[in-house]
Every structure is written in C-alpha cells, then in structure tokens.
C-alpha cells in the first residue's frame, strides 16, 4: 500500500496553549482514516495542518512523499470540508461547485460537465440553480462535498461534516459518504467526535484525547481492544470492574471473582475489567456462563430494537445492560432480581 499522508511528531502551541502534542500517523492512498476525540482534543488543527491553513510548531507533514513545509494550501492536493460548511450564500449550487474550478481558470464547458458529474455522484441531477437556502441540510451537506471533490484533490479533508444533522440524516449520509469514497477512490481523512460515525466508516480510526493520539487501530480493535480506561469509555460506555489480578482471576470487592480470558499481557496486580453492556446477558437463570452475578433492576428503558437496565451488584455497583428483544415477551421490572452474565472471552482487561 502507498503512503499518501505522513504526519511526523508533529506539535502546534498557540501561545500557551498545546492543541496538538506531538502526534505521528500515515494514511494509505485510498483509505478511510478518522480522527476520532471529545471536543477540543486537536482535530480540526490537525486537519488545518494537513491542509495548510496552520503551521505545526515542531514537527512535519508529508503528502505523497513530499515533505509540505514551504507548500501553500493552494498548492496542496488536498481539500477541506469546514466544520460549518461555509457555502456561499448568495451564489446557487452551480457557481457554488464551480467556485474552485474558475479560481483554477478552468475553461467553462470542462466545468458544466465537472458539475454535472458532481450532482450526479450525489444523487441531485438538475440542481444546478437551486438557491442554498432552497436546499435542505442533507442536500446542503451533499453539496459542500462535492464542492471539495470537484477539483479532484488526492486528499480530502472532513471537519465534522454531519454535525448539524438530525440522526436520521446523519446516518443515511454515513451510507452516501462510504459510496461516494468508493465511486471517487479519494483518500479521505475525516474527523469526529461521533464514535458510531467512525466506526462504521472507518478503515483505520486515530482516538485522540488533549492533542495526543491514545490508539490507533481498525473500528474493531478499537471497539474489542481498548487500550485504556478513556478509549474503552469514549468508544462506547462501557462497565468498569476494579480488581486485583492473580493466575487469570480478578478478585473484585464485596462481589468475588471474575475469570478472565488467558493470552491478555497484564504486569499490574491492580486492573480494570471492561465489559460492554451488549455483551452481558440477563435472565431469571443463566447457565454456562463464566461469571454470574445477583442484581436488582433500577432502571430499565425499552428501545424497540433494545432494551437498557441498570443493574444493581452486591458491591453496590450499577451496571447498564444492552438486551435484545428478539424473542423477548416481556421486559423485567424496577425491582426485580436477575442474574447478569458474560463469558470471559467478552471482557477485556485494562491496566
Ligand atoms: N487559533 C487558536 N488560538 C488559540 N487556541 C486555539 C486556536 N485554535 C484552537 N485552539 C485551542 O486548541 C485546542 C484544540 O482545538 P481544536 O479546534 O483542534 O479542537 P477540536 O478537536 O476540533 O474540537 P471540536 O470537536 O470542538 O471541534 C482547543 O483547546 C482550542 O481552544
Ligand atoms: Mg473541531
């Protein structure tokens, strides 16, 4: 696989303030990288970075090989999706697409058939002079892509680009924006703080958390594998067990022990166990489980698809399980006791 992006240590200081401290990725031609964090972690510095909109302090950015230090983002090939769009307002979706591509003296006829091309690869054929206030915010978002798209950049930049949309909206786009990816085989780096964006997109996501990136991985060893307490919590709340290890078994207070899966490099004696609320099972009896606990249910809400419970442990913990309807008849109550259970290979353990 060819490199398309090297990031190189790279810090960018304003003032006092470290926005990004020292960071290094690649990305792959064609791949679909997210910068994924809570707000203020350094993402749209580093996007601004790539691009060329902001110098890193220490540090170097490589595009295609090319070391981009002294290259103005003009000269670039690269293009950037802002966090709030920034259409112009006045212009209709035509000389909106066009924009770039006259700055760029492309001659006129090239340009009708780049847009044409455009609104066809966002599923908006005869669009061409629709006012952006006509527009809805989906038709919006497919147009402030295109609009970066059409000058072919070999990388493209995503700030957020679905931040403003209703969720129904924003998950149809996920699905748009894999296609387009794939039709247009455009490197993409995109960034957000949606973890559920990045992992369905996602070939390779970069968690980052106060300017550093915390780990980097595929959507599922991301999502199976957290390396820390914040990325298994950032990445999707999780349930937090805290105990001392000995011999595969960790010896949690005022519960007892739980059996974790062997081959799991743990030096400390003290960890962390995490265990996602979609992966414990609840019931009146549960058999063949490896660990199995007594609750009391505290809350429960019904979700059509799911229903979420609070469990109350013995150690006075409150654990929140994910269950599936499919087969289900009836949901449990507040008060009632149950036995909640994963199996060992569904946990993970974190130092
Ligand atoms: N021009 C600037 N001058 C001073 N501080 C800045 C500047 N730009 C960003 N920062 C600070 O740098 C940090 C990172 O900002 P950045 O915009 O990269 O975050 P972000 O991850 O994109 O957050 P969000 O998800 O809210 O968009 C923040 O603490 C921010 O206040
Ligand atoms: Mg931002």
């Keep these: 696989m060819k490199i398309d992006v090297e990031v190189k240590n790279v810090t960018k200081k304003f003032g006092e303030v470290i ?8 990305v792959e031609k064609g791949q679909f990288f997210s910068l994924l964090g809570p707000s203020g972690c350094g993402k749209t510095t580093t996007l601004r970075m790539i691009c060329g909109f902001e110098t890193p ?10 070391p981009m230090t002294n ?11 802002f966090q709030n769009l920034a259409l112009f307002p006045h212009m209709n979706v035509y000389d909106n697409i066009a924009f770039g591509l006259r700055i760029k003296k492309v001659p006129e006829p ?10 066809e690869l966002v599923r908006l054929p005869g669009y061409e002079k ?42 149809e786009m996920v699905v748009e924006l894999k296609r387009i990816k794939r039709e247009v085989g ?14 369905t997109m996602s070939d390779k996501i970069a ?15 991301i999502y199976e594998r957290p390396n820390s307490k914040f990325v298994a919590d950032f990445i999707g709340g999780t349930n937090f067990f805290e ?16 059996i974790v899966a062997p081959g799991q490099r743990i030096s400390k004696k003290t960890v962390l166990i995490s265990v996602k609320p979609e992966k414990i099972s609840i019931g009146k009896k549960l058999r063949k489980l490896d660990n199995v606990f007594d609750g009391k249910i505290t809350e429960s809400f019904y979700q059509g698809k799911s229903v979420t419970y609070k469990v109350l442990l013995e150690n006075d913990s409150l654990l929140t399980v994910v269950a599936p309807t499919t087969g289900v008849e009836f949901i449990f109550k507040i008060g009632e006791r149950v036995k909640i259970g994963w199996n060992k290979r569904d946990a993970r353990v974190i130092e």
Excluded at 57 to 66: A, L, N, Q, V, Y
Excluded at 138 to 155: D, H, S, T, Y
């Design 243 to 258: 105990g001392r290890y000995r011999d595969g078994v960790v010896e949690v207070d005022k519960l007892g022990k739980i």
């Design 57 to 66: 302090t220490e540090g170097e950015i490589f595009i295609d090989g090319k």
């Design 71 to 81: 290259v103005p983002p003009y000269k670039r090939p690269t293009n950037l999706v």
């Design 130 to 171: 629709r006012k952006i206030s006509q527009l809805s915010g989906g038709e919006k978002q497919r147009i402030a892509i295109v609009r970066a798209l059409v000058n072919r950049p070999a990388v493209l930049l995503l700030d957020e680009p679905l931040g403003p949309l209703d969720l129904k909206l924003r998950e």
């Design 186 to 199: 455009t490197t993409f780096i995109y960034v957000t703080h949606d973890q559920g964006e990045a992992l």
């Design 207 to 221: 968690v980052m958390n106060k300017g550093k990136i915390v780990q980097m991985g595929t959507p599922l060893e």
């Design 110 to 119: 090239e340009i009708q058939k780049r847009v044409k091309e455009m609104l």
């Design 19 to 26: 926005a990004v401290d020292n960071i290094s990725f690649t």
